[in-house]
């Protein structure tokens, strides 16, 4: 029970927290807030830096980049932002600083020396002929950061060429230089060299991905700028860092694009609520109130959906095993199973045989206050006319087989309550006096109302047992 409890309380957690169950409506709108156009992993590098730059604290402000089509990043103004960012992570110092840029232009000739080159292509190139030279001064580091240059390097000139459309066209996705394959478009690990003080997480769709968890819906935690690099596994600092931060975006295939800002705090308080309406639930009906849960199970018995308990099939009345409690540890104990069956039997033979009682008990007080009535002198002979107790005590006596019986299973059959509300009314009629009088009984008038549905009463009997003989023959 304590094991579905959490469950449940993780589950409400995870379905209001960011990025982690899609809603269909809204992941549409987060994958347009990236183009798709080859250069989308440029453009989240940008948009987690823009959510971070004014302030912004709310998750609609944060969103704004997804929900408001003048913020859209195909919009003038912020394809011109767009431009600014990826030309200050080219030419500014805070960026690349283990990189020697070169000089380019196609008046220059390619000398290493003079670190001039003719074109960014010519330089990477040569670069990487002296990595394959295992050259000292193009070690694998300085090789990989070099490549990322040239990688951003690439996005902006193709971004600032006239000819060429942001929306209509796409950015290559390599290059092949004089023979070299050069892959152009953005990695995951390219955050690392922009992320510079800022916090963000990067979530994946890896429906794709062998061998790594994956949950259909979900996405899956990837990268965060408190870890260098991409990963599936993170500690509890890490993962409390990307919840703190709420600036994420996603992978979806190939596609990178923002999430929507969804804050744990919020959340956390609504999944424990959600929690205590749960525990509530099982402890006044004894099931969860979620059928896609699994059934509570309680010392050989399984919870059911039309009754209180059921007998679980699986495990033999007879066993000698050890069964698991729900709390601590059995040690040599045998906890039997429970024959439900035997025990609602003799349950209704007790509640039959109380009622016997009862009502004997109240023919036994009515004959004898009938005898003591004198007789009148018109009479020869003494008429016994029977008077009905009118006490609180032969009202509660009455109904109390079938109150114990309702508290027995919380899906008791219908005919008991209509037999119950018929004492009431029944006492209502002919007490009237007594009722009206009484502040606490003059709330059985609303039993009146209640009595209007006795006219569907042999309906339902007949078809609850009807499901009866059906939960039998399932039995």
Same mark, same amino acid.
């Given at each position: 029970?304590?094991?579905?409890?959490?469950?449940?309380?993780?589950?409400?957690?995870?379905?209001?927290?960011?990025?982690?169950?899609?809603?269909?409506?809204?992941?549409?709108?987060?994958?347009? /807030?990236?183009?798709?156009?080859?250069?989308?992993?440029?453009?989240?590098?940008?948009?987690?830096?823009?959510?971070?730059?004014?302030?912004?604290?709310?998750?609609? @402000?944060?969103?704004?980049?997804?929900?408001?089509?003048?913020?859209?990043?195909?919009?003038?103004?912020?394809?011109?932002?767009?431009? =600014?960012?990826?030309?200050?992570?080219? @030419?500014?110092?805070?960026?690349?600083?283990?990189?020697?840029?070169?000089?380019?232009?196609?008046?220059?000739?390619?000398?290493?020396?003079?670190?001039?080159?003719?074109?960014?292509?010519?330089?990477?190139?040569?670069?990487? @002929?002296?990595?394959?030279?295992?050259?000292?001064?193009?070690?694998?580091?300085?090789?990989?950061?070099?490549?990322?240059?040239?990688?951003?390097?690439?996005?902006?000139?193709?971004?600032?060429?006239?000819?060429?459309?942001?929306?209509?066209?796409?950015?290559?996705?390599?290059?092949?230089?004089?023979?070299?394959?050069?892959?152009?478009?953005?990695?995951?690990?390219?955050?690392?060299?922009?992320?510079?003080?800022? =916090?963000?997480?990067?979530?994946?769709? =890896?429906?794709?991905?062998?061998?790594?968890?994956?949950?259909?819906?979900?996405?899956?935690?990837?990268?965060?700028?408190?870890?260098?690099?991409?990963?599936?596994?993170?500690?509890?600092?890490?993962?409390?860092?990307?919840?703190?931060?709420?600036?994420?975006?996603?992978?979806?295939?190939?596609?990178?694009?923002?999430?929507?800002?969804? &804050?744990?705090?919020?959340?956390?308080?609504?999944?424990?609520?959600?929690?205590?309406?749960?525990?509530?639930?099982?402890?006044?009906?004894?099931?969860?109130?979620?059928?896609?849960?699994?059934?509570?199970?309680?010392?050989?018995?399984?919870?059911?959906?039309?009754?209180?308990?059921?007998?679980?099939?699986?495990?033999?009345?007879?066993?000698?095993?050890?069964?698991?409690?729900?709390?601590?540890?059995?040690?040599?104990?045998?906890?039997?199973?429970?024959?439900?069956?035997?025990?609602?039997?003799?349950?209704?033979?007790?509640?039959?045989?109380?009622?016997?009682?009862?009502?004997?008990?109240?023919?036994?007080?009515?004959?004898? @206050?009938?005898?003591?009535?004198?007789?009148?002198?018109?009479? /020869?002979?003494?008429?016994?006319?029977?008077?009905?107790?009118?006490?609180?005590?032969?009202?509660?006596?009455?109904?109390?087989?079938?109150?114990?019986?309702?508290?027995?299973? /919380?899906? &008791?059959?219908?005919?008991?309550?209509?037999?119950?509300?018929?004492?009431?009314?029944?006492?209502?009629?002919?007490?009237?006096?007594?009722?009206?009088? #009484?502040?606490?009984?003059? /709330?059985?008038?609303?039993?009146? #109302?209640?009595?209007?549905?006795?006219?569907?009463?042999?309906?339902?009997?007949?078809?609850?047992?009807?499901?009866?003989?059906?939960?039998?023959?399932?039995?």
């Amino acid at each position: 029970m304590v094991n579905q409890l959490s469950s449940t309380f993780l589950d409400t957690l995870k379905k209001d927290i960011k990025g982690i169950k899609k809603k269909e409506e809204e992941i549409k709108n987060t994958i347009k /807030s990236c183009s798709p156009n080859g250069l989308c992993g440029y453009q989240l590098d940008h948009l987690l830096r823009e959510r971070t730059q004014y302030s912004d604290t709310t998750g609609s @402000q944060k969103d704004i980049y997804i929900t408001s089509k003048a913020m859209n990043i195909t919009q003038p103004r912020q394809l011109d932002l767009l431009k =600014n960012y990826l030309k200050a992570v080219v @030419q500014h110092s805070n960026y690349f600083t283990t990189v020697k840029k070169p000089f380019v232009n196609t008046k220059y000739f390619n000398d290493v020396t003079k670190n001039t080159f003719q074109t960014y292509d010519d330089w990477i190139y040569i670069r990487y @002929q002296q990595h394959l030279m295992h050259k000292s001064e193009v070690n694998d580091k300085k090789y990989h950061d070099e490549l990322i240059y040239y990688k951003f390097m690439k996005a902006y000139l193709w971004l600032i060429d006239p000819n060429n459309d942001f929306i209509l066209h796409n950015f290559p996705r390599s290059i092949v230089f004089k023979g070299v394959k050069f892959e152009l478009w953005y990695g995951v690990e390219m955050f690392d060299y922009t992320k510079e003080k800022r =916090n963000f997480s990067i979530f994946h769709n =890896n429906i794709a991905i062998e061998n790594v968890p994956y949950i259909k819906n979900f996405y899956i935690l990837f990268y965060t700028t408190k870890s260098n690099g991409s990963k599936y596994a993170f500690s509890r600092e890490e993962i409390l860092d990307c919840v703190e931060a709420m600036n994420d975006g996603a992978l979806d295939s190939e596609h990178f694009h923002l999430l929507s800002t969804h &804050y744990f705090n919020s959340h956390l308080i609504s999944a424990l609520k959600e929690l205590f309406e749960n525990m509530l639930y099982i402890v006044c009906y004894g099931e969860f109130r979620k059928l896609e849960y699994t059934r509570l199970h309680r010392c050989g018995v399984k919870a059911h959906l039309k009754r209180a308990y059921i007998k679980d099939l699986t495990i033999s009345s007879n066993n000698t095993d050890n069964v698991a409690p729900i709390f601590g540890s059995t040690n040599s104990k045998v906890i039997q199973c429970i024959d439900m069956e035997k025990e609602e039997e003799e349950f209704e033979k007790r509640a039959a045989a109380a009622k016997a009682n009862c009502e004997a008990a109240q023919t036994n007080v009515a004959i004898g @206050q009938e005898l003591a009535l004198p007789t009148t002198s018109n009479s /020869s002979k003494a008429v016994v006319h029977a008077k009905k107790d009118k006490s609180i005590d032969s009202l509660f006596k009455r109904i109390l087989p079938n109150i114990l019986f309702m508290l027995k299973d /919380s899906n &008791y059959k219908n005919n008991k309550k209509y037999e119950t509300i018929s004492i009431l009314r029944e006492y209502h009629n002919d007490n009237l006096d007594i009722v009206n009088n #009484d502040p606490i009984l003059n /709330s059985l008038s609303e039993i009146i #109302d209640l009595t209007n549905q006795e006219k569907d009463e042999q309906e339902v009997n007949e078809l609850e047992e009807k499901e009866d003989i059906d939960e039998k023959i399932l039995l």
